[in-house]
């Protein structure tokens, strides 16, 4: 719509997104990835640089180009993605992580490519990742709002709620990503936008009009808070 053309309600706003599948490596030439295209991350990237924030992208692997005029740094798995959000966290005002981060990542990662020669059947040793959503709230600075979204396939409400709660964070953006045509690896998308205080509801639209609607409500959070 026109009307958003006009708007840079985001000025004086350091925003820090992250954005895409982050990978976890088994061997010099696989990986343990996910399905997510980037497309959510980096629409509120573009949206918010076009209203006037400062945008800083910490990109997982994605086909996408860079947006204009937002800083972007690339990179691969959950320990890079976490080092980047930490590296930029003091400047942030407002933290949005779309990226979906492995939870898992192998413990011993082959230095050399792994052969088929004998083996019918392996196991891979899994660990945990960090939780860097975790570690963003308990490390932002006092007024740095901190948004979250959960994909989720059951109890899509619930589980957000959930999330909301454990993770401490402002919001959460949640979908369900059971549901064909929207989510992981789609244009458009729906969900709710979770806080203490209520549900909005985003029906089925763009992703680049559900990242202003995100926008929105994160300036609406803004409102009695001292920043
Ligand atoms: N997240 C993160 N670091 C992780 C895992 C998740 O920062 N190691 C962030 C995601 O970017 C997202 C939010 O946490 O903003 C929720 O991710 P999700 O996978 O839904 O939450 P989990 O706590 O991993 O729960 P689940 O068991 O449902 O995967
Ligand atoms: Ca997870």
Known sequence: EAWRQERRDFTGEMVLVTA????E?????????????????????????RRGARVVLISAPTTLPCPAGVE??????????????????????????????SDYRVKDVADRKMKREGAQAISLELAGTVDILREVVGRR??????????AETEDVVANGRGKLERKGVDAVVVNDVSKEGIGFDSEQ??????????TVEFPVMSKVEMAERILDEVLKLRVGTAH
Do not use: C, H, W
Not at 80 to 96: F, G, I, K
Not at 141 to 150: E, Q, S, W
């Open 189 to 198: 998308n729906a969900g709710s936008f979770l806080t203490k205080d209520g």
């Open 141 to 150: 600075r006092d007024g740095t709002l901190v948004v979250g979204f959960a």
């Open 72 to 101: 972007v740094e690339q990179v691969v798995s959950v320990e890079d993605m976490r080092a980047a959000v930490m590296a930029q966290l003091n400047e942030a005002t407002v933290v949005v992580m779309a990226a979906a981060v």
């Open 20 to 23: 895409g599948g982050t990978r």
């Open 25 to 49: 490596p088994i061997d010099p030439v696989r990986f343990i990835g996910n399905r997510s295209s980037g497309r959510m991350g980096y629409a509120v990237a573009e949206a918010a640089k």
